[in-house]
C-alpha cells in the first residue's frame, strides 16, 4: 500500500514539473486509478461487490497512451541519464516508484493476497508510460509535446 502511495506521488510530483494540461490530466486520471488499486490491495478477502476492482479498458487506455506519446520520441540507441530537465527527471523518478509498487504487488500475488486482475498489468504499463514521457521531456521542449487527438 506504502509503495502504490508514493507512486502517486511521485506521479503528482511530475506532473506539477509537466506544465502540460493534458498531461496534467493524463496523470490526474492515472492517480484516480492507483486509488482504485490501492482500495483493492487493503482487502483482506476480496470484496467484489463493495470494492471492485479496477476495469481491465483500464490497461488498454494507458498501452494507447504509451503509443501516442511514444510515437513524438526517437527511440534511444542506448542507455539514457535521467537528468536531462526536470520534467524529465521527474518522470524518471516516477517511473521506478511505480516499478517498486509493481514488485510489491508481485509479492503480494505469490502470497495469494491480491485481489487484482488487472492491476499487476496496469502497473507494468504505467512504468513503460513514465519511461515514454521520461524521453519526450528529454528530446522536445515542452511546447513542442503534441496532445492526443
Same mark, same amino acid.
Do not use: K, M
Given at each position: 500500500m506504502g509503495s502504490l502511495d508514493?507512486?502517486?506521488a511521485a506521479l503528482g510530483f511530475a506532473r506539477a514539473q509537466a506544465s502540460d494540461?493534458?498531461?496534467?490530466?493524463?496523470?490526474k486520471t492515472i492517480q484516480t486509478d492507483l486509488y482504485q488499486i490501492m482500495a483493492v490491495v487493503v482487502q483482506e478477502e476480496p470484496?467484489?461487490?463493495?470494492?471492485?476492482?479496477?476495469?481491465?479498458?483500464?490497461?488498454t487506455w494507458l498501452e494507447s497512451a504509451i503509443n501516442e506519446y511514444g510515437s513524438q520520441s526517437e527511440t534511444p540507441k542506448? +542507455?539514457?541519464?535521467?537528468?536531462?530537465?526536470?520534467? $524529465?527527471?521527474? +518522470?524518471?523518478?516516477?517511473?521506478?516508484?511505480v516499478r517498486r509498487a509493481e514488485r510489491d504487488l508481485v509479492a503480494l500475488n505469490e502470497e495469494g493476497l491480491l485481489f487484482s486482475e488487472t492491476a499487476l498489468s496496469y502497473l507494468n504499463r504505467? $512504468? $513503460?508510460?513514465?519511461?515514454?514521457?521520461?524521453?519526450?521531456?528529454a528530446q522536445?521542449?515542452?511546447?513542442n509535446i503534441k496532445n492526443p487527438s
Open positions: 508514493e507512486a502517486s494540461e493534458t498531461i496534467d490530466q493524463l496523470i470484496e467484489t461487490l463493495n470494492i471492485p476492482d479496477l476495469e481491465t479498458d483500464r490497461v542506448g +542507455f539514457i541519464l535521467p537528468g536531462e530537465n526536470l520534467p $524529465s527527471a521527474t +518522470f524518471g523518478l516516477a517511473r521506478t516508484v504505467l $512504468s $513503460s508510460l513514465c519511461f515514454v514521457l521520461e524521453l519526450l521531456y522536445h521542449p515542452i511546447s
